[in-house]
């Protein structure tokens, strides 16, 4: 299904890891790869996941992470392995791993990516922003995707970086990031691609903020807990918004409505994780004191993906590859809604690779309940 030189996808369902990694390996293995890129659910054999990757991809630079959720040309997956392999000539590839996140310096992060970035310019002078983006893979329990973020954004200058955060398959007990031939845990990867393929850094949402302000008045930003909103406890001020009493709030209306914050004039979603019995709300990203909040809702998932991939197709022509990190509560909300075969197929006809994430980032913006992608056309450019 794929021309002979160009991005080859591959997406494994078999049950057996060492048999879904030669599978894989059967599916995406070309002469001279620049990069594979890979997500796997966590219910598989890590060790000999990392042992089979390292034996069938010698010598090639090998990434990942493990998910709450595989996208790939079986459209929505679990339990699965899938992945890409990127053509040296058409592609340069660098990758760095920052460990021991917890630790995490925004000085160090900034160094980081500008020295990653001086490595791919030593071998692409003509790097840049129209040729070149990141892709960041985290652990997506440490919590540190807002400053790992922000940092790594930062060094990039103008090169748009996209991100996701691992998952568990909704454990929510162990993520991991691969790099280097084994897995890893509080760590996370930056890879810088330059291309010839034609691209776009897009993201897609379909929340909409309703009117109301909800100033967020007390917080404890390092554990993501917001105890007030306008002055009162948080649970309250929230279910009085929503139009429920507090005790009979449920996770169906934290996926509901979810709140937004404005960033440089674009609405980016914060999703609710649970009440707590002292008033107070847990947040999947990080709330500072003084931000203003709306509560949104929902309005045609399925739609706004559809008219996105329209769009990408009409910028890029036919589109050999499109990675994206989406959100583990939109797969959700699209299984609620009866609507996930539709996103799925929607997926394999774009030929989509990815995961469902924990966490999403789009340039240095940690987020929720949003895809973010990268969409790669066909035709390479001269040069």
Known sequence: MDVERGIRLGHSVLADTRDAVADF??????????????????????????????RRFPGVPVVGCTSAGEIGV???????????SFPAGECTAEVGRIDDLQCFDIDAGHDFAQGLLRRLEARVPAAGPGNSFGLLLIDGLS???????YALQDGLGNIRMIGGSAGDDLRFEQTRIFHDGRFHTDSAVLVLLSTRYPFRVWRSQHFVADGERLV??????????????????????????????????????????????????????RSIQHANPDGS???????????????ARGEGLLERLEASF???????????????????????????????????????????????????????????HTLTGIAIGREPRDG
């Open 25 to 54: 390996h059967r599916q995406v293995a070309q002469p001279d790869m620049a990069l594979v890129l890979f997500f796997c659910s966590s219910r598989h054999d890590l060790d000999a996941l990392a042992d089979e990757m390292n």
């Open 281 to 295: 709300l847990t947040f999947y990203c990080a709330i500072e004191e003084g931000v203003v909040l709306r509560v």
């Open 74 to 84: 079986a459209g929505y997956a679990d339990g699965s392995l899938v992945g890409a």
């Open 216 to 269: 967020v008045t007390e917080v404890d930003a390092a554990r993501r807990i917001v105890r007030e909103i306008n002055g009162l406890p948080a649970v309250e001020e929230y279910a009085r918004v929503v139009g429920v009493s507090p005790d009979q709030l449920t996770p169906r209306h934290f996926a509901a409505w979810p709140v937004v914050v404005m960033i440089d004039g674009g609405d980016f979603v």
């Open 143 to 149: 919590q540190r995707e807002e400053p790992v973020a």
């Open 310 to 368: 329209v769009q990408l197709r009409n910028d890029l022509g036919e589109l050999q590859a499109v990675l994206v990190c989406d959100c583990v509560l939109r797969n959700l909300e699209a299984a609620k809604a009866g609507q996930k075969a539709a996103v799925g197929e929607l997926f394999r006809q774009n030929r989509a690779l990815g995961f469902s994430t924990y966490g999403e980032q789009f340039g240095g913006v940690h987020v929720n």
